[in-house]
């Protein structure tokens, strides 16, 4: 079983814009995929979300998700990451994330304006501590 240690895995998932298609349980038991932007920190994935968002209701919930992250050309790829999440409110890593987070996906002239669009008030840090990881670089072979 791979780990978000593995350099391979860390590779692929932090290769240019790629999103991660987050899976969670809707309130009335339906499974709910949606896209997030995300970073990489130590061995967690990390990302913002509203506080009265779907997902983060959802966290409240049952904190158990699932991220599948693919590179969409061939050779085709994916990394799934599955396991709990963790929430903080803390504004100094909200701030700190959502600037890495739009840096990576706008560019990083525009980090901070991303960064202090999603890290203020109403905005959450959510961090996926993976419990399995399920790494194929290569779909095609």
């Known amino acids: 079983m791979a780990s978000l240690s593995d350099p391979d895995v860390r590779a692929f998932l932090t290769r240019g814009t790629r999103t991660g298609k ?24 990390v990302f913002t979300t509203g506080i009265s968002s779907v997902k983060a209701k959802a966290f409240a919930r049952d904190g158990r998700v699932a991220v599948c992250v693919d590179l969409e050309e061939p050779p085709y790829g994916e990394v799934q ?14 701030l700190r994330v959502a600037t890495e987070v739009g840096g990576r996906y706008m560019g990083h002239d525009r980090a901070v304006e991303f960064g202090t669009r999603n890290g203020g008030p109403g905005m959450i840090v959510v961090r996926l501590r993976p419990s399995k990881v399920i790494a194929n670089f290569d779909v095609t072979a």
């Open 81 to 94: 990451l599955q396991g709990s999440v963790t929430l903080s409110k803390n504004p100094d890593e909200l």
């Open 22 to 45: 987050l899976a969670v349980v809707a309130a009335d038991g339906r499974p709910m995929v949606t896209p997030v932007w995300f970073v990489l920190d130590g061995d967690e994935l």
